[in-house]
């Protein structure tokens, strides 16, 4: 099942290439339209149970990631978060094609704007934790003056740090070393004392690579770890 839907996968991606409709490659965050709190996806409508532990992949581009996941973990809720519309779609549309619908949900949002009150929603209206929070491979945006357009900003440092409670994990890669410096030092400086420093890895703990991580790694890149977990020192 699963090489088959893999295989699908190759080919709707080839065939986008060939005249299907483009998906863009990278949209400006800090465009207007997309400064409003998007709404918090109907935890009971999307997950067969809401008292499964959630993970959350913000900026998960083609969601391979969550639907690996998501077939290896059924106890696990998987969120997969993109601020492009048409790659949340298609992943819905893969879950439900490969079967993997219980416990797995691809939704719109700009996650610096909305993920803080998303993540609490999870908590306060299902009783549940939100167990990690991976950001995986964000675009860089190399440009000095675009380094605002970065996923990981004050803000999201604040929100995960309001919305995470004690124990809840934190996991940030990048191929890119000055961005994954980047990320840890937003970290360090907007969540001062609240997240610590679990380890710097070699490898991926969570066992299954992204999209962007296979590419990385198969043309033997380098990936820059971090693993951060919220401590119990209240915000
Ligand atoms: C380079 S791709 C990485 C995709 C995947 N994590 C991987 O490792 O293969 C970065 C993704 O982050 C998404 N993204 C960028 N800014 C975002 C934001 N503010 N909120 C949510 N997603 C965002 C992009 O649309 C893109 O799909």
């Not at 409003?36 to 008292?51: G, L």
């Not at 890119?176 to 969540?191: H, I, Y």
């Given at each position: 099942?699963e090489d088959?839907?893999f295989a699908?996968l190759e080919?709707?991606e080839?065939?986008?290439?060939?005249?299907?409709?483009?998906?863009?490659?990278?949209?400006?965050?800090?465009?207007?339209?997309?400064?409003?709190?998007?709404?918090?996806?109907?935890?009971?409508?999307?997950?067969?149970?809401?008292?499964?532990?959630?993970?959350?992949?913000?900026?998960c581009g083609g969601g391979r990631f969550d639907l690996m996941m998501?077939?290896?973990?059924?106890?696990?809720?998987?969120?997969?978060?993109?601020?492009?519309?048409?790659?949340?779609?298609?992943?819905?549309?893969?879950?439900?094609?490969?079967?993997?619908?219980?416990?797995?949900?691809?939704?719109?949002?700009?996650?610096?704007?909305?993920?803080?009150?998303?993540?609490?929603?999870?908590?306060?209206?299902?009783?549940?934790?939100?167990?990690?929070?991976?950001?995986q491979f964000?675009?860089?945006?190399?440009?000095?003056?675009?380094?605002?357009?970065?996923?990981?900003?004050?803000?999201?440092?604040?929100?995960?740090?309001?919305?995470?409670?004690?124990?809840?994990?934190?996991?940030?890669q990048s191929d890119?070393?000055?961005?994954?410096?980047?990320?840890?030092?937003?970290?360090?400086?907007?969540?001062?004392?609240?997240?610590?420093?679990?380890?710097?890895?070699?490898d991926n703990?969570l066992g299954v690579p992204t999209e962007r991580e296979v590419q990385t790694t198969s043309t033997n890149g380098r990936c820059?770890r971090?693993?951060?977990?919220?401590?119990?020192?209240?915000?």
């Open positions: 099942m088959s839907v699908e080919l709707a080839a065939a986008q290439k060939v005249g299907g409709v483009r998906v863009r490659q990278h949209v400006n965050p800090l465009k207007a339209s997309l400064q409003s709190q998007a709404p918090v996806p109907a935890w009971t409508d999307v997950y067969a149970s809401t008292a499964r532990p959630l993970v959350v992949d913000i900026g998501a077939k290896k973990y059924p106890e696990t809720n998987f969120l997969g978060v993109d601020i492009r519309a048409p790659l949340v779609e298609r992943g819905n549309k893969w879950g439900e094609y490969a079967g993997v619908v219980d416990n797995l949900h691809f939704a719109e949002c700009n996650a610096t704007v909305s993920m803080g009150k998303w993540l609490k929603s999870y908590a306060e209206d299902c009783g549940s934790k939100v167990e990690t929070v991976a950001i964000p675009d860089p945006h190399f440009k000095k003056r675009h380094h605002k357009r970065r996923v990981v900003q004050p803000a999201l440092v604040r929100a995960l740090a309001e919305g995470l409670t004690p124990g809840a994990r934190v996991f940030l890119v070393k000055d961005v994954s410096e980047d990320m840890r030092d937003k970290f360090e400086r907007f969540g001062a004392h609240l997240f610590d420093l679990d380890a710097s890895l070699h703990p820059y971090v693993m951060l977990v919220r401590n119990n020192t209240t915000v």
